[in-house]
Each structure stands twice: as C-alpha cells, then as structure tokens.
C-alpha cells in the first residue's frame, strides 16, 4: 500500500498563486510517476498534471503554461505550483501515485477555491 498525504490547498483571489505538495509513504516500488487529477462539483475527476519518475511531464491544455509539477524522488514528494489562478480551476485536487502495474493510488483530496 501506498500513502499519500496532501497540502497546500485553500482560497486564492484569481490572479494568485498556490503550491500544491503530495508525500508519498508505504511500499514505494516499481513506482512509474505521480500526479495531480481534479474533480470540480458536477464535473468528472480529470488529470491535471503528471510526472514520471524519469522526470518526463505532461498537463492538461488548459493548465499548461501556468502550472507546474515538479518532483523530488528521494522524498518521494509531488509538488504543483499554481500560478495565475482562475474561478474555473476551483476544484478538489487529488494526488496520484501510478505503479508500472497500473496499480493506482489516491490521496484524499485538497480543495482550491479561486474567488475574489
């Protein structure tokens, strides 16, 4: 089993910044990357943000050139830097780790609230 523990959400006038960070513990093996998935009220769970632990990215279009994910394997911890935040990235953000299995696991969830 894996652990994933989140932090960083929280309210953020739109225009503004947060930084999300996810720490993995347990069996961490045969990890193939981690990532940052959504879910707004009404809307389907949907990827945000992902990360290999060769270092390889890859984000949704309508984050990219805004967000950031980054990853620190000896501390087996995620981070997404959020900038120029708007309304429409209000959601529940979820942590992901992906094992080569296809094993996957998920953290409990932080909420982002942009709004003036």
């Known amino acids: 089993q894996v652990q994933l523990v989140e932090s960083g959400g929280g309210l953020v006038q739109p225009g503004g910044s947060l930084r999300l960070s996810c720490a993995a513990s347990?069996?961490?093996?045969?990890?193939?990357?981690m990532g940052w998935y959504r879910q707004a009220p009404g809307k389907q769970r949907e990827l945000v943000a992902h990360?290999?632990?060769?270092?390889?990215?890859n984000y949704a279009d309508s984050v990219k050139g805004r967000f950031t994910i980054s990853g620190d394997n000896a501390k087996n911890t995620v981070y997404l830097q959020m900038n120029s935040l708007k309304p429409e990235d209000t959601a529940v953000y979820y942590c992901?780790?992906?094992?080569?299995?296809?094993?996957?696991?998920w953290g409990q969830g932080t909420q982002v609230t942009v709004s003036s």
């Open positions: 990360i290999t632990t060769g270092g390889r990215t």
């Open positions: 347990g069996s961490i093996f045969s990890i193939y990357g």
């Open positions: 992901n780790v992906r094992r080569y299995s296809d094993e996957n696991y």
